[in-house]
């Protein structure tokens, strides 16, 4: 098993020694969440995003599913957790809890169990009332089709 870090911001020293103290292989890339071009499709057995989704705007959200998606392998989870908007105390934001982040809404947290990337999709609610997160899980589709390889064979069929 390799662990592979991936953020525009990772410390790369620190999560390095973190593997050589567990005893686990660990690769650092310094680049953006929405492009994993340097992993295989179907080739990483999970995803664990730890208030990442929160972090993008729609659009890079979707990139960043979409990316998740092409490199897990099917059937395999992504594992998240993410500040949510709902159940939160009016407090947190006067004690900066979460105050550096998005909170990701109820819609946004169940559009994961929604399309074709993920056939099963379930959260809890954590620290309701005070800074509320979501720990959840989404299974990656058996049948899911990564968008290049559909436009790929959609360019095919037309020509």
């Known amino acids: 098993m390799t662990v592979i870090h991936v953020g525009e911001k990772a410390n790369k020293g620190l999560m390095e020694q973190a593997g050589v103290t567990a005893a686990v292989p660990t690769i650092v890339k310094q680049q953006p969440i929405t492009e994993l071009g340097f992993q295989a499709d179907s080739s990483v057995d999970a995803v664990v995003a730890l208030g990442v989704l929160s972090q993008l705007n729609w659009q890079q959200r979707q990139q960043c599913l979409e990316e998740i998606a092409r490199v897990?392998?099917?059937?395999?989870?992504?594992?998240?957790?993410?500040?949510?908007?709902?159940?939160?105390?009016?407090?947190?934001?006067?004690?900066?809890?979460?105050?550096?982040?998005?909170?990701?809404?109820?819609?946004?947290?169940?559009?994961?169990?929604?399309?074709?990337?993920?056939?099963?999709?379930?959260?809890?609610?954590a620290l309701q009332g005070q800074d509320p997160h979501a720990v959840g899980i989404a299974v990656k589709s058996q049948a899911y089709v990564p968008k290049q390889q559909q436009d790929d064979k959609e360019t095919k069929r037309r020509k």
């Open 72 to 125: 897990l392998k099917p059937g395999m989870p992504l594992v998240y957790i993410e500040p949510v908007q709902e159940g939160a105390s009016p407090i947190r934001w006067l004690i900066g809890a979460s105050a550096s982040k998005q909170a990701l809404s109820d819609a946004e947290l169940k559009a994961l169990q929604g399309g074709p990337r993920f056939n099963y999709a379930e959260h809890d609610i």
